[in-house]
C-alpha cells in the first residue's frame, strides 16, 4: 500500500476506457475506494482575531467540534483555552470532516461555519486549522447529533 494512502487514510483506483481521440469527460470510468483501517491523524488549531493580517486577540471559551460523514458523525469536541487553542487526537484520516465552531457571546467565525477540513495522518504531522473570528454576533450552526445506536461519551477522536 503506498505510503498516502496510509496518510490520508483512504486507497483509491480509478480508471477510464476509451480512445485518445475521445473528450476524458466522455469516456466511461469506474472508480473504487476504501478507508485505510489503523491509521490516525491529529488536527490542531487556534482561534483568532486578526487585525492587519496579525492574531491581536484569542478567543477563549469557543466550543469547537469535530464532526465526520461517518454513522457517529460527531467525533470529538473541545473548548478552546486561554490562548485559543483547541486539538484533537487518533481521528480516523478521511476527506469528509467539518469543523463546528460555537464562538463564546460577542465573537462569530469570519467565513464559513462549519469549516470543511480534509483530516490525514499520520498523527505526529498534526493538521493545522486556524479559525478566524470577529466581533459580533451570528447564528450558531446546528451540530448534528449522533444517533441513539452510538456509545454515549466514546468519541471516535481524543481531545489534546
Known amino acids: 500500500m503506498p505510503d498516502a494512502?496510509?496518510?490520508s487514510g483512504v486507497v483509491a483506483?480509478?480508471?477510464?476506457?476509451g480512445y485518445r481521440e475521445v473528450d476524458f469527460g466522455e469516456r466511461p470510468n469506474a472508480s473504487a475506494s476504501a478507508a485505510v483501517p489503523g491509521v490516525k491523524a491529529t488536527v490542531n488549531g487556534q482561534m483568532s482575531y486578526y487585525r492587519r493580517g496579525q492574531p491581536t486577540q484569542f478567543i477563549a471559551g469557543a466550543k469547537v467540534v469535530l464532526v465526520s460523514d461517518?454513522?457517529?458523525?460527531?467525533?470529538?469536541?473541545?473548548t478552546t483555552d486561554a490562548e485559543g487553542r483547541y486539538g484533537f487526537r487518533d481521528a480516523v484520516?478521511?476527506?469528509?470532516?467539518q469543523l463546528y465552531v460555537l464562538p463564546p457571546a460577542g465573537w462569530k467565525v469570519r467565513g464559513e461555519n462549519p469549516i470543511s477540513i480534509y483530516v490525514s495522518g499520520p498523527a505526529d504531522r498534526p493538521i493545522m486549522v486556524s479559525i478566524h473570528a470577529e466581533p459580533g454576533d451570528a447564528?450558531?450552526?446546528v451540530v448534528p447529533a449522533?444517533?441513539?445506536a452510538c456509545t454515549a461519551g466514546a468519541p471516535t477522536a481524543?481531545?489534546?
Open 158 to 160: 481524543r481531545s489534546r
Open 13 to 17: 483506483a480509478y480508471c477510464d476506457f
Open 93 to 97: 484520516p478521511g476527506p469528509k470532516y
Open 139 to 141: 447564528p450558531l450552526p
Open 146 to 148: 449522533n444517533p441513539a
Open 5 to 7: 494512502a496510509r496518510d
Open 70 to 78: 461517518r454513522h457517529c458523525p460527531v467525533t470529538a469536541e473541545q
